[in-house]
């Protein structure tokens, strides 16, 4: 696998893992949204973006956005898909250990299945269609 590749993947894997943690982290701190009232959304919405770990979350869902986007035109879709599905195990752990979720034990069996699979998929080449330009 090309180093650009790599580098790119932990990028995807890292910011989106990261960013969906800080974003929950601070929805939580902005509170429930449980009202549709248009009156409510807004307050509910002006919460939000003033809350610096939403903001932050959504920077970091948008580097992921950016990163995915470049990765998908240099690799596979099934390639890129599956081995940046790593990046689920990662949200169970930062759950775990920054949002003190409790993850159950057949939780953990499923993030280490995904974790398997993807150490399967990450052995095979990363692209199998030659682009032409």
Known sequence: MRTRTCILLAVVIVSNAFGNVVLGHGMRE?????????L????SGIGSLSNPWVVAGVVL????FAAH???LSWADLSYVLLVTSIGYV??????ATLLDETVTPLRWAGALLIAAGVGVV????????????
């Open 40 to 43: 409510n959304l807004i307050r």
């Open 122 to 133: 990450g052995s095979t080449p990363e692209s199998t269609v030659e682009v032409k330009k």
């Open 69 to 71: 986007t470049l990765l």
């Open 90 to 95: 990662l949200v169970v752990l930062l759950g």
């Open 61 to 64: 869902l948008a580097t992921f």
């Open 30 to 38: 902005v509170g429930d949204i449980s009202s549709y009232s248009p």
